[in-house]
């Protein structure tokens, strides 16, 4: 074989594997890589999708929620588990009977790894665009957690692949999709940036109001105190307050293990949730006041 024929072939190959990595359907690419993490095999389990309200899916996996928002226009995705999650959500759209590529955006709840590591792997299949809080843009674009972050400590360890072009918002600021409007609460404490989102589910003159809850744990790297930090323990304590009086028809948590089964008396289950976030701080502040932290 002479030069030419051989720099022939060597392109002709190049060009080949160029494909390959370009086609999501075929090869993983870097924003898949999985992720490792002591629960990251439970939390990415397979989950049949199911309908959580009219027009709502819960398109997750087992211990890491994805909800699907649907109008006529386009869906909403909500949250994108680990990267490795990614594969499975879209699978799980598909499942439900939709196409992952009308999903017009994708929202964070917080720039975790567990909840916004797939996010760049779907907004590069899906073509969708994607939200979150403010500082949460700044995680998000950067791979790593924001520096007030109560787990920002675990460094490296934790990142998470970027995403670029997120559109912040605030408080109060809305997402829509035809005649469906998603509005962000904020939430934050257990993450700089988080968000809660809520909308209306409609069947015909039937509407419920269905709540997307952030993370309200008081989570930290070993040598984080809560108590050494009042703006981030503030954030929580309002965050608790502010999701436990939500309108809430239908609720789902960003870790659904984590949502009460039945309100048992605080009067939703989003009040229920907020409920179990408070005595879950006050334990951890009680920890911090005798020394354990």
Not at 13 to 25: E, H, I, K, Q, T
Not at 51 to 61: H, K, Q
Not at 63 to 71: H, K, N, R, T, W
Not at 255 to 268: E, I, K, M, T, V
């Amino acid at each position: 074989m002479n030069a030419h024929a051989r720099l022939l072939v060597l392109l002709v190959m190049v060009l080949s594997f160029g494909v390959v990595v370009a086609n999501p359907d075929r090869a993983p690419v870097d924003d898949q890589e999985p992720f490792e993490c002591t629960h990251c095999g439970k939390w990415n389990a397979p989950v049949d999708p199911w309908p959580l309200a009219e027009s709502s899916w819960y398109v997750g996996t087992q211990g890491l929620a994805s909800v699907l928002v649907v109008d006529d226009e386009g869906l909403i995705l909500i949250d994108g588990g680990l990267p490795q999650s990614a594969a499975r959500i879209l699978d799980n759209v598909r499942k439900a009977g939709f196409d992952p590529a009308d999903i017009r955006w994708i929202l964070n709840s917080h720039a975790h790894f567990d909840h916004a590591g797939g996010i760049a792997a779907l907004a590069r299949i899906t073509g969708a665009k994607v939200a979150a809080g403010r500082k949460g843009v700044i995680a998000l674009t950067g791979g790593a957690y924001h520096p007030d972050d109560p787990q920002a400590g675990y460094g490296a360890a934790a990142r998470f692949p970027a995403t670029a072009n997120v559109l912040a918002v605030d408080d109060g600021d809305s997402v829509t999709v035809g005649s469906t409007k998603l509005t962000a609460i904020a939430s934050p404490g257990h993450a700089p940036g988080g968000m809660s989102w809520t909308w209306k589910s409609c069947s015909g003159e039937r509407c419920r109001d269905v709540v997307y809850l952030d993370s309200l744990n008081a989570v930290s790297t070993d040598d984080y105190r809560f108590t050494d930090h009042p703006d981030t323990l503030k954030d929580l304590r309002s965050s608790i307050e502010r999701l436990g009086a939500l309108p809430c028809d239908v609720a789902m948590a960003a870790h659904p293990d984590q949502l009460p089964a039945a309100a048992n008396g605080a009067g939703s289950q989003c009040a229920a949730y907020a409920q179990a976030a408070r005595e879950r701080l006050e334990r951890r502040l009680q920890k911090e006041a005798a020394a354990d932290y």
